[in-house]
Each structure stands twice: as structure tokens, then as C-alpha cells.
């Protein structure tokens, strides 16, 4: 066991090599790349021994030691739509506070406690992999905050701050979803005024709504405007600034079978972008029966637990076999997963001189389950 420590945040990838003459070589792929793609993940909780445990997923293993890893640079990815990659994502990534308001009512609490990201913070979340954010605003006081429901939990200042931060110090494109309006958007003049906030706020990073999802990552560089907001209400018209919604996917599964039948489907979509919710949903029954456990002091179980066991089997299918449409995926733990891995190696395949030879490989491998968990 002890020999996995050093390795949870490696991912080995074997790269497809070049030949002597500078161009990619895709006859031994199989051989080269396959064999030593490794992801580990690491669970947010710990049991009842205080252990966390530690998921280990790899395909068509043949990894040996001493073996070389080979790393190429290929300039395609410059000149693609930006719109035809998949980006890593997390759900309701905006609720990372540790305190919960004490007079709310038991469900009440549980709830929101259950959907708590403990990813950190927004900044942190975009350092480990996260490139979309869906963001339901209110208004209370003449602030802005970030809603759950019908609560507030995070100042809207905050996480634009965070965005703010990162985007000063990357070249990353990220993208912000603005949705729902809970509070204090009952008139259009509300929504412009919100609208307004948002370009002052962002006025260096804002990309013009008049670009295409079809720029390709270039042109968007070279424009130097990195952060694109999406706006789900139709004042979003009037504006230079603010693209048209993106589809949010949400399954509301409760079962593995269910999540992965739910992502299937939907991967087979060909809008793009859209967002494509991987994760499992606990029913108002299992949060009301987990709650009444924490009461009674019999037991304490949360969204967390879940999403550990979840994170592993979802990185494997959207290595597998759910690769070649993916576009926005959202999980609840960034590292519970391998996510940020696989679609760093699957976007650099797809738009490699040889992803078609990657796609007639992947036909030759069933999906048999390749994932062990271990404690830590």
C-alpha cells in the first residue's frame, strides 16, 4: 500500500511517439500508449478507522518498471473550435463554506449539507481542472450572492473575485453559467443592471458573444478575452457580452445502472456545448433517513461518500467509451475522479493525425470493470 502514496496525483500516460522524420507514428500505439494509462483517485471522506481510500483505474495494463514515457506537443489544438473539446466541471462548486446556519430545519440543513462541495473554493477548483461553473445569483440587501434553493451561500463577489484571480495569471478559457435568479430579478431592468455589474467586473476578461463556438482557441488568444458567460434569460440579447444558455444535462439518478444509462443517452446528443450532470442524486427520503441517523447519533453519511464510490466508475466510462461526444462534465468531487486526466489525454487524441487509429483500438476492448478500491 505504502508504495501508492507517492503516486495519487500522477497520471502515467504513454504517448503516442514520433518517428525519426518528425511525424506521429500510429502503427504501434496499442503498445506505446495503452499499456501504462494509470489514474488514481483519492476519496473526500474517511470510514469509521479514520482511513480514506484510494480508487486505482487503468486500462489494458502492461506498465513495467524502467519503462520510458514519451511526450509529444502537437500545435492542432491551437487552430480547433473550442466548442468541440470537453471541459472538467464541478456541481454546485460554488457551496464550499464549513458552517451551516443552525436554525434551519433539520431537512433543511441535511440538504444543503449533502450537496456541500468540498473542493474548496472556486480558485481552487479552477487550479485542479474545473473550467465550468453554473451559478444561480440573488440579490438581498443590494448584495449579490450565489443561491442554493432559496438559501444564500456564497457572495457573489467572492467567486468573481477567485475568477478574476485566475484569469489574470493563466491563458485558460473558462466559462460561467448564470441561471435561475432566485431573488431580485423580477423586472428586465433588473437583469441589465445585473448584466452591467458582471461587465464591470470582468471588463478585461469578457469574450464578445459575437464570436463563434466554432473559434478555434488561436483566435480567442489573440483577441486575449478568456471568460465566457452564458445567461439563461432572454435579456441576455441585448447584450455584446452574454452568450446564449447552455444546456444543463441532469439525469436525477440514484443508481450506478441509472447514472451510466442517463450519460449514455446523453453523450449520443450532438448540441454543443452542453452540460452533462455525472453524478448520482440522493432522493428526499435517503437525505430525511440519513438525517434522523446524524440525530440519533447512529450514523453520518453524505454526497461525498457517494461521489467517491461514483468517481471512479464515471472516469472509467468517459475513458471508454464515452469520450468521442463529451463536452461539459460536471462531477461533485474533482478528486474523487480522473476526470481532469481523461479529458486532458482524449482532447489531445481527438485532434491527433491518429485518433482514428485510437478509436479502431478502443473497439478491440471490452468495458470489463478495472477498478479496485483500497485503503489508504
Known amino acids: ?36 494509462q494509470i489514474i488514481l483517485s483519492f476519496a473526500s471522506w474517511e470510514n469509521n478507522e479514520g482511513k480514506q481510500h484510494i480508487a486505482i483505474y487503468y486500462f489494458n495494463p502492461g506498465f513495467k518498471y524502467g519503462d520510458k514515457i514519451g511526450f509529444h506537443v502537437d500545435d492542432t489544438t491551437r487552430v480547433q473550435p473550442f466548442s468541440k473539446y470537453y471541459y472538467p466541471s464541478t456541481m454546485n462548486g460554488f457551496i464550499y463554506f464549513t458552517d451551516i446556519d443552525t436554525s434551519l430545519l433539520i431537512y433543511e440543513s441535511q440538504s444543503i449539507y449533502q450537496q456541500q462541495c468540498l473542493d474548496g473554493s472556486i480558485f481552487n477548483q479552477l487550479i485542479m481542472g474545473a473550467r465550468y461553473f453554473d451559478l444561480r445569483p440573488g440579490k438581498h440587501n443590494g448584495k449579490y450572492w450565489i443561491y442554493h434553493g432559496n438559501y444564500q451561500m456564497t457572495p457573489l463577489q467572492q467567486t468573481i473575485d477567485d475568477v478574476k484571480r485566475f484569469m489574470k495569471n493563466t491563458q485558460e478559457i473558462v466559462f460561467l453559467s448564470f441561471k435561475e435568479f432566485i431573488h431580485g430579478f423580477e423586472t428586465s431592468r433588473d437583469h441589465r443592471e445585473f448584466i452591467k455589474y458582471l461587465n464591470k467586473q470582468f471588463k478585461d476578461h469578457l469574450l464578445p458573444s459575437g464570436q463563434s463556438w466554432d473559434s478555434s482557441f488561436k483566435s480567442i488568444w489573440n483577441i486575449g478575452k478568456r471568460l465566457l458567460i452564458s445567461y439563461d434569460n432572454y435579456n441576455y440579447r441585448n447584450s455584446f457580452t452574454m452568450w446564449r444558455p447552455i444546456s444543463q444535462k441532469w439525469g436525477n439518478a440514484q443508481s450506478l445502472g441509472n447514472l451510466r444509462n442517463f450519460l449514455i443517452r446523453v453523450e449520443t446528443i450532438r448540441q454543443r456545448p452542453r452540460a452533462s450532470m455525472a453524478e448520482l442524486t440522493m432522493s428526499d427520503n435517503t437525505i430525511i433517513s440519513h438525517a434522523i441517523a446524524e440525530v440519533l447519533g447512529i450514523g453520518k453519511w453524505s454526497l461525498r461518500q457517494m461521489a467517491s464510490s461514483t468517481g471512479p466508475h464515471v472516469t472509467q466510462w468517459y475513458n471508454e467509451f464515452l469520450y468521442e461526444n463529451a463536452s461539459i462534465i460536471a462531477v461533485d468531487y474533482l478528486n474523487a475522479t480522473g476526470i481532469v486526466e481523461v479529458a486532458l489525454e482524449w482532447n489531445d487524441r481527438k485532434f491527433s493525425s491518429c485518433y482514428h487509429s485510437y478509436l479502431q483500438l478502443m473497439k478491440q476492448y471490452n468495458t470489463s470493470e478495472k477498478l479496485y478500491i483500497i485503503g489508504a
Open 1 to 36: 500500500m505504502i508504495k501508492f502514496l507517492p503516486l495519487i496525483l500522477l497520471t502515467w500516460s504513454l504517448l503516442c511517439l514520433h518517428n525519426a522524420e518528425g511525424e506521429r507514428d500510429c502503427q504501434d500505439i496499442s503498445d506505446d500508449f495503452f499499456a501504462a
